[in-house]
């Protein structure tokens, strides 16, 4: 009968692409255990281990009202991190083509790091993964379709660090006991609703201005220089993170929901859109 090969044709291709991805998922957990392995070899003891009010003394005022909206006297410093997001992602550079994902990420505060691992639905059956970390003072990223092959790949670069812990920072308002001056962040006034903030690690240091609501809460944050690839270069471009949708989550006001643009000179290019449907802490000890 002629449709038994074709049958057995399609079975065959089937049966191929089923291993490779399945070889492709493998690859890339192995990977990513040693990436995490990494991140929890680096980090460091944490003192003082409780949040004082002490602390906010000489603070710009709107930081100090900030802190005051989102913790309480003798919360627990934040040691470590699980989040797990879901969202849209724009695979163009300049247009719209929004894709599905899901990620988990996990963050060390000390020393700063983080590994987010995330599955962009690029088309039913095609999932590219997506590491993007900074781990003992490394900037890295890498996208592999199944896994397995390779769309982008950077890391080691000075430009990769600054960007990576860019994101770290800017990020902390998931984990605000990171912004405080006892943790190694410097504030400095710019007026009442905004201030800015710096962070060192090793060789990188940055500052971020850290705009703040109506609530006293982080509205946004914004790097006037961060790295932007655009034909395998990377182009110092301004940068924002927003966040809103604040809860209460064991004992801490975080935003639920954030979305991120590169500023470009016609307008807000927007490439992530995500909210938080899982976090967890664990606190210093």
Known sequence: MWFKPVLLGVFAVSSILTGVMVYGVRRWETATEKLRTKLEAGRLPIGPKTYSEDELVGLPAPVQRYFRAVLTAGQPIIAAVHVEHTGTFNMSEAGEQWKPFTSTQRVITLRPGFLWDARIALMPGLTARVHDAYIAGEGILHAALFGLISLAKVRGTPEMAQGELMRFFAEAAWYPTALLPSQGVKWTAVDDHSAMASLTDGETVLTLLFRFDKDDLIESVRAENRGR?????????????????????????????????????????????????????????
């Open 229 to 285: 690839a655009v034909a395998g270069s990377q182009i110092p471009t301004p940068w924002e993170c927003r966040f809103s949708h604040y809860e209460l989550r064991d004992g801490v006001r975080i935003p639920i929901s954030g979305e991120v643009a590169w500023l470009l000179p016609s307008g807000p290019h927007w490439y992530f859109r995500g909210r938080i449907t899982k976090v967890s802490y664990e606190l210093a000890s």
